[in-house]
């Protein structure tokens, strides 16, 4: 079975830096994707950023950008010019592409964003 | 844009209490999933639907059920609460036929067992 694993309980960052949060997976599929949540306080689940593991282009959106490292099982996102509102808890998730709707999820990590 | 709606945001209930979480979606999604969201856990599936009609357990099923009313409408239903169901609870929605879409969040319920 796959699990996804969140190593940094909690971050932090002064406004403007850059940081970097890890994610790992362990699976035996060569195909599958790759998403990071955000949840800031309010509760909602957003979607940062999404990966396809067949794509060796890291994906990036904005100031988000992830470093896919498939042979490392590796899924970082990194976070250039921090801002006061990236400030929530940040989730990692599998999901293979034989299941529509099972994801995997990794525990998350708090990103605290320092003025 | 209403997306995914849940109701009711908040909810105490008193072992051995019964109660139903709404969940719609204007999206015309075809899947709908219901998660539990534990401090320092991941989001765990309770029940999820593949599409209108049909549902199916997923890691944490146990005294849960549901109910996929229609399209746009699941709901998840606690017959006798348990203090172990004080959770956070999400519902969400997707469209399957992409494999990488996202899913899409509803607010989240708190629901507290005493």
């Known amino acids: 079975a796959q699990t996804v694993t969140q190593s940094q309980p909690e971050m932090s960052v002064q406004e403007a830096e850059t940081v970097t949060l890890s994610c790992t997976y362990d699976?035996?599929?060569?195909?599958?994707?790759l998403f990071w949540y955000k949840q800031p306080p309010s509760r909602q689940m957003i979607l940062v950023i999404r990966?396809?593991?067949?794509k060796q282009q890291n994906a990036t959106e904005n100031r988000f950008s992830v470093n896919f490292q498939k042979a490392a099982k590796s899924f970082s996102l990194k976070i250039s010019d921090s801002q006061l509102g990236d400030a929530a808890m940040y989730f990692c998730?599998?999901?293979?592409?034989?299941?529509?709707?099972?994801?995997?999820w990794g525990a998350g990590t708090k990103l605290i964003i320092k003025p | 844009n209403a997306g995914v709606t849940q109701t009711p945001k908040f909810q105490v209930l008193k072992t051995g209490q019964s109660m139903t979480l709404q969940c719609a979606q204007d999206?015309?999604?075809?899947?709908m999933y219901w998660y539990r969201q534990d401090p320092g856990m991941g989001l765990r599936l309770i029940y999820y639907?593949?599409?209108?009609?049909?549902?199916d357990k997923g890691e944490v099923p146990n005294g849960y059920n549901v109910s996929r009313l229609n399209k746009r409408e699941f709901s998840l239903r606690l017959e006798s609460a348990a203090p172990s169901q004080t959770s956070v609870y999400f519902c969400?929605?997707?469209?399957?036929?992409?494999?990488?879409?996202?899913?899409?969040f509803g607010n989240g319920t708190r629901l507290t067992v005493t």
């Open positions: 969400a929605s997707s469209d399957p036929t992409g494999r990488n879409s996202p899913l899409h």
């Open positions: 999206m015309n999604h075809n899947s």
């Open positions: 990966q396809e593991a067949y």
């Open positions: 639907s593949a599409s209108e009609g049909t549902t």
């Open positions: 699976t035996s599929e060569s195909d599958y994707y």
């Open positions: 998730a599998y999901r293979s592409m034989d299941s529509n709707y099972q994801l995997i």
